[in-house]
């Protein structure tokens, strides 16, 4: 392609309201421009891209076996009701209603639709397994659409599901996934890691997430150095050991700190570090006989929602109590709760438990216990994970320590088991010629995100550097003042149609612009090749060549330029 004939709408200043690295660059690039909040126009350029990624994930799938399939993004309510996700799934689905008054949705991924349409056409175990996928056009109504297209409210997914007649066979389909996103992303060239995942409102059992590595990531994941062992923070467990410290000698005082609520108030008020601090959280239970739930973490430690929702006592999601409720039930500022004497449920968080001569709050405004220990002073409460992991805990598998990376989820798989199959009854005849639910598993990736997320992985001061495989062009040529010079401009043509006739795609930059100009704009859209012709160049029979990521250049003889880029990008 010719500049002259594209729209390279890039940019020298940084657009105000993007705050990540990614989300400037797609802007400044000329990849993207935003229409309404969440909701983004692909220019050329970046649709390039986005294109490559969807060919790519769609010629592993085909690979592996999965069969393409296209769905309608709009979706009628009832078979949202079957599944009995009208209700549940909340806000981010957006309804709709037609001219008949028949309500619909816009899909935020396609259970429901895939699971109707296997229910009507596969009868028999002799079907399966079978896996379809789709790469499409997904609406959710994101809280906060934020980061360009990394959250966007419409985004492009690859989403899949398989069917199967039992769980041996869900497994190998999982397993077969869990190798096809290995391969999608390394043919991209990204840097990643696959995680054990929570499996949040989609339910089901086991589930991985796979992320690209970023600094910039909005989840947290562990990894141990010493294993294999990675998980999403969210799930990541703590090492759950319960053996109770009882070695502290210190007298129980209660003491005043006036003012003192935080953790970190009282821990410079007393002197000590707060891992010798015990904090308690109130939350609300899940029935009306335990309304209330005290949580005891230690004071350097942060409360995980995700394992706190889980347990039976706690109302799921997570909410707080809040300070009037608490003043009516404590008769204390939130700062000063303590477990001594505390009438309600308590939950402690294992680390609590090796904790000796501590401090919590006493129940009463301005005052804390110090010198507490477990047994002598309080009974050893219900014990549970409800922390995060940090970086050099020990590591679940009991193999070294952990190390917490941030990482852009890119995709996810995870085991449905019979979730949507049972709800809305989508059975097959088995073997025995028996009526059986068809267990199912689902697989998605985040096609446009992976194009935000590959650019928060690769980029310098002077714009983005695409991996090899998704560059919208593998290679720039720019002429020097072709438009001075007929001789250079028919080397330049000449050059320009040996690429294309070599299947290379290059871009020319024809512009009448000035070096410097073509230049930065091949950096800033991050082109990995970029040929340099002038004149001399001509003279001489040579051609400049730089990579993207190297400051050197080095000159190529031009009658092998094409034949030596070929190597390099095989
Ligand atoms: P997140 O935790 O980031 O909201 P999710 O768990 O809701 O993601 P899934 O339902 O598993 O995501 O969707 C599959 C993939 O779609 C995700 O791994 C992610 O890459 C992508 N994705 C999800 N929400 C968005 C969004 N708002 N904008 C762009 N991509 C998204
Ligand atoms: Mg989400």
Redesign the pocket.
């Known amino acids: 392609m010719r500049t002259s004939n594209l729209l390279l709408a890039t940019t020298k200043e940084t657009p105000a309201d993007a705050s990540i690295v990614s989300h400037q660059l797609m802007l400044r690039a000329g990849l993207i421009r935003k229409l309404a909040a969440g909701l983004y126009s692909w220019l050329p350029l970046g649709l390039r891209v986005l294109r490559k990624v969807e060919h790519i994930v769609r010629d592993e799938m085909n690979k592996s076996g999965a069969q393409e399939v296209l769905m309608p993004m709009v979706q009628p309510a009832t078979l949202w009701q079957e599944s009995e996700r009208w209700n549940k799934y909340g806000a981010e689905l957006l309804r709709i209603e037609d001219r008949h008054h028949n309500h619909f949705c816009l899909g935020p991924?396609h259970e429901e639709v895939i699971t109707d349409l296997i229910r009507n056409e596969i009868r028999s175990y002799k079907q399966l397994p079978a896996t379809f996928y789709q790469i499409q056009t997904k609406f959710?109504d994101?809280i906060r659409?934020r980061f360009g297209?990394?959250?966007?409210?419409e985004?492009v997914?690859k989403?899949a599901y398989s069917f199967h007649s039992d769980a041996a066979s869900l497994s190998e389909t999982y397993t077969l996934m869990h190798q096809t996103y290995h391969a999608i992303f390394t043919r991209i060239g990204l840097t990643f890691r696959a995680v054990e995942a929570d499996s949040?409102s989609?339910g089901g059992k086991r589930s991985h997430?796979f992320h690209v590595l970023a600094e910039s990531g909005?989840d947290a994941i562990a990894f141990s150095k010493q294993s294999d062992y990675a998980a999403n923070v969210e799930l990541a467990s703590t090492l759950l050991d319960d053996t109770v410290n009882t070695s502290g000698k210190a007298v129980l005082q209660k003491i005043p700190t006036p003012d003192q609520r935080s953790i970190d108030e009282v821990s410079q008020f007393l002197h000590i570090p707060p891992q010798q601090c015990i904090k308690t959280l109130l939350v609300k239970g899940a029935t009306e006989v335990t309304p209330v739930i005290a949580l005891l973490l230690r004071g350097d430690h942060e409360l995980n929602t995700i394992k706190a929702e889980k347990l039976d006592l706690i109302a799921s999601p997570l909410r707080w109590v809040d300070e009037q409720d608490i003043q009516e039930i404590i008769h204390c500022n939130a700062g000063f709760i303590g477990p001594i004497g505390l009438s309600i449920p308590i939950i402690a968080d294992y680390a609590t438990l090796q904790c000796s001569d501590f401090v919590c709050g006493a129940n009463e405004d301005n005052m804390h216990y110090q010198g507490v220990n477990w047994e002598r002073d309080l009974p050893i409460p219900t014990i549970a994970d409800l922390r995060n992991v940090q970086a050099n805990d020990p590591s679940p598998d009991g193999k070294g320590v952990l190390e917490i990376k941030r990482g852009i989820?890119?995709?996810?798989i995870f085991q449905l088991g019979d979730t949507y199959s049972k709800a809305m009854q989508a059975s097959i005849l088995n073997e025995q010629g028996k009526t059986t639910i068809m267990t199912m598993g689902c697989y998605?990736?985040?096609i446009?995100?992976v194009v935000a997320a590959s650019i928060e992985q690769n980029y310098d001061e002077k714009g983005i550097i695409w991996p090899l495989a998704i560059a919208p062009f593998q290679i720039v040529l720019i002429p020097m003042n072709m438009h001075k010079s007929q001789r250079l401009r028919t080397a330049i043509e000449d050059l320009y149609k040996a690429f294309i006739d070599a299947g290379m795609e290059i871009l020319l930059d024809d512009r009448k612009e000035r070096a410097g100009v073509m230049f930065s704009d091949a950096d800033l859209i991050g082109i990995p090749h970029r040929l340099v012709l002038g004149e001399r160049g001509l003279d001489k029979g040579m051609i400049e060549h730089k990579t993207r990521t190297t400051d050197t250049t080095e000159e190529i003889p031009l009658a092998q330029i094409v034949t030596i880029l070929k190597e390099k990008l095989a």
């Open positions: 991924t959710r994101e659409p297209i990394m959250r966007a409210r985004f997914m989403d949040g989609i997430e909005e989820e890119v995709g996810h998605g990736i985040g446009s995100r």
